[in-house]
């Protein structure tokens, strides 16, 4: 069945430390998201992107960084730079137009 | 731009109660309108959409949503609630085309008592 994968399910991480989640579908979806979900605040854009090798950031992509170098795969790092990376990270994926999103399970991100 | 108000945050409802989670959109174009559920540590799953057509549409699971344009208002309902159905509710708005982001509002928890 198709689908989008995100791994791993809960990640830790030390102060200072980069980590990347990863994100894979097999939808054949154009385009895919990643949002931060933080209690009373729904669901904040972080990065999306349409199309292979192409990128636009969201609404809160400062400390974040990602890339599209295959239709299937959009790993987001987050860097040390993220005042505030405890979060729980979903990645979405759509086709073109009018569509809703498919969304995956999530990673839960702890840093320690 | 388009925005997304969902009032409540939370709304506790006895079993077998009917419920509305209300949800207000904004947007100067024409809109395409979701209910998502997120239940417990999980990701979002795709409860029912208005995409054109009836106004009302339905879920298999027993909610149902009227698109009303005067009012701009997209409200989810359900006749007789179960605990099951306790989760958290997110309305999303889109202007389809090319770019076809969603906007989300804050989310509504379902909680359903005994």
């Known amino acids: 069945d198709g689908g989008i994968t995100q791994s791993p399910k809960y990640l830790f991480r030390k102060e200072g430390q980069n980590v990347t989640l990863s994100c894979e579908q097999n939808l054949n979806h154009d385009a895919m998201y990643w949002y931060r979900q933080d209690p009373g605040q729904g669901l904040r854009l972080i990065y999306y992107?349409?199309?292979?090798?192409?990128?636009q950031k969201g609404d809160i992509a400062e400390g974040y960084s990602v890339s599209r170098e295959k239709k299937e795969s959009f790993p987001l790092t987050v860097t040390s730079a993220q005042k505030n990376p405890t979060a729980f990270y979903l990645c979405?994926?759509?086709?073109?137009?009018?569509?809703?999103?498919?969304f995956g399970s999530g990673t839960r991100l702890t840093v320690v | 731009a388009q925005s997304v108000t969902q009032l409540d945050s939370q709304v506790p409802v006895f079993e077998e109660a009917p419920v509305e989670l209300r949800c207000n959109y904004s947007?100067?174009?024409?809109?395409?309108l979701f209910w998502y559920v997120q239940y417990p540590n999980q990701g979002l799953q795709l409860l029912l959409k208005?995409?054109?057509?009836?106004?009302l549409v339905e879920s298999i699971n027993g909610f149902e949503a009227e698109f009303n344009k005067s009012q701009t208002s997209f409200h989810l309902r359900k006749p007789s609630v179960h605990i099951s159905d306790t989760a958290e509710y997110f309305c999303?708005?889109?202007?389809?085309?090319?770019?076809?982001?969603?906007?989300f509002g804050t989310g509504t928890l379902l909680a359903v008592q005994p």
């Open positions: 999303a708005v889109s202007a389809g085309g090319a770019t076809n982001k969603l906007i």
């Open positions: 979405a994926s759509s086709r073109q137009g009018t569509g809703g999103y498919t």
């Open positions: 947007s100067s174009v024409s809109v395409y």
């Open positions: 992107s349409q199309i292979v090798n192409d990128f």
């Open positions: 208005y995409l054109s057509g009836s106004t």
